[in-house]
């Protein structure tokens, strides 16, 4: 089950602000001894209208929303 567990701001070129959403959730890899085992939580972004969002590797800070390519800037605290 995903669930919001933080959310940051970042902009694009012209200064348009976005809210960007983590969502975790955590996967089961229970076994027989312990079947309600599970892994660590896998942070999933989007932003608030559900886009998904992926950082842009190599450039801390950078965002890329799909499926329109739009490339988002964060300078907060709290982003991933």
């Known amino acids: 089950m995903e669930r919001a567990t933080d959310t940051f701001l970042a902009k694009d070129e012209a ?3 976005y809210t960007i959403v983590v969502y975790t959730s955590a996967k089961r890899s229970g076994t027989a001894a ?4 599970t ?3 896998i942070p999933v972004l989007r932003l608030r209208d559900g886009r998904g ?3 842009v590797s190599g450039r801390k800070g950078f965002y ?3 499926p329109d390519n739009l490339i988002l800037r964060s300078d907060d605290a709290n982003a991933a």
Not at 34 to 37: E, F, G, L, V
């Open 15 to 17: 200064g348009n602000k």
């Open 34 to 37: 312990n079947p309600a085992d």
């Open 64 to 66: 890329r929303v799909a």
């Open 39 to 41: 892994s660590p939580e």
């Open 53 to 55: 969002v992926a950082p």
